[in-house]
C-alpha cells in the first residue's frame, strides 16, 4: 500500500513538468481565436510559410556556438492559430532549435528560437528547414528558398 502511495505522488509531480508552456505573444496584449473554446491549430485554412531563416551571429567561426535562429514566417488565414515549432538540420533531421508552442497572427510572424547549445557546424554545408506540427503531426514549412549555412572564408559558415 505504502509503495502505491510513493508512485501516485510521484507522478502527481512529475505530470505538471511534462507540460509545455504555451508562449505568449511577444509581450502584446491579445487574444487568441478560439473555436469551442479551444485555441485554432494551424493547418487547414491557415497555410504557413517561410521568407526567412537567420542565426545570430552570422557569420559563425568554427566551433562557436548559435546564439539564436530567427525564422519570418507567414501564416495565410483569417485569425490566429496555434502550433509548436522548431528548426531542425535537414540532412540527418536533427533538431536545431527548441521545440516550442507559438501562437501565430495573420500575416508575417518573427519568432526567435534558442538552440541546441551542443550543435555545432562541422561540414561544408548544413540545410536547415523549419517543422511545424499541422493535425498532430510535424511537417516541414515550405519555404520561400532553401536555406544553407554554407563555409566562407575558411572555417566560417554564413546563411546569407
Same mark, same amino acid.
Given at each position: 500500500?505504502?509503495?502505491?502511495?510513493?508512485?501516485?505522488?510521484? =507522478?502527481?509531480?512529475?505530470?505538471?513538468?511534462?507540460?509545455? $508552456? %504555451? $508562449?505568449?505573444?511577444?509581450? %502584446?496584449?491579445?487574444?487568441? %481565436?478560439? &473555436?469551442?473554446?479551444?485555441?485554432?491549430?494551424?493547418?487547414?485554412?491557415?497555410?504557413? &510559410?517561410?521568407?526567412?531563416? !537567420?542565426?545570430?551571429?552570422?557569420?559563425?567561426? $568554427?566551433?562557436?556556438?548559435?546564439?539564436?535562429?530567427?525564422?519570418?514566417?507567414? *501564416? !495565410?488565414?483569417?485569425? %490566429?492559430? $496555434? /502550433? /509548436?515549432?522548431? =528548426?531542425?538540420? &535537414? *540532412? !540527418?533531421?536533427?533538431?536545431?532549435?527548441?521545440?516550442?508552442?507559438?501562437?501565430?497572427?495573420?500575416?508575417?510572424? /518573427?519568432?526567435e528560437f534558442d538552440p541546441l547549445e551542443n550543435?555545432?557546424?562541422?561540414?561544408?554545408?548544413?540545410?536547415?528547414?523549419? =517543422?511545424?506540427?499541422?493535425?498532430? /503531426?510535424?511537417?516541414?514549412?515550405?519555404?520561400?528558398?532553401?536555406?544553407?549555412?554554407?563555409? =566562407?572564408?575558411?572555417?566560417?559558415? *554564413?546563411?546569407?
Amino acid at each position: 500500500m505504502k509503495k502505491g502511495w510513493l508512485l501516485l505522488v510521484f =507522478i502527481a509531480l512529475a505530470v505538471p513538468g511534462c507540460v509545455v $508552456q %504555451e $508562449q505568449g505573444r511577444y509581450g %502584446e496584449e491579445g487574444r487568441v %481565436e478560439r &473555436r469551442e473554446g479551444r485555441a485554432v491549430y494551424c493547418g487547414g485554412e491557415h497555410r504557413l &510559410r517561410v521568407g526567412d531563416l !537567420d542565426m545570430v551571429p552570422d557569420p559563425i567561426a $568554427q566551433g562557436e556556438r548559435i546564439r539564436a535562429w530567427r525564422v519570418r514566417l507567414r *501564416s !495565410d488565414g483569417t485569425g %490566429e492559430c $496555434q /502550433t /509548436t515549432l522548431r =528548426i531542425r538540420e &535537414r *540532412s !540527418d533531421g536533427d533538431i536545431v532549435g527548441r521545440a516550442r508552442v507559438y501562437y501565430l497572427r495573420p500575416g508575417v510572424n /518573427t519568432i526567435e528560437f534558442d538552440p541546441l547549445e551542443n550543435y555545432r557546424f562541422h561540414r561544408r554545408e548544413h540545410c536547415f528547414e523549419v =517543422i511545424a506540427d499541422i493535425a498532430g /503531426t510535424g511537417r516541414a514549412v515550405d519555404a520561400d528558398r532553401t536555406f544553407c549555412a554554407r563555409q =566562407i572564408a575558411g572555417n566560417r559558415w *554564413s546563411l546569407r
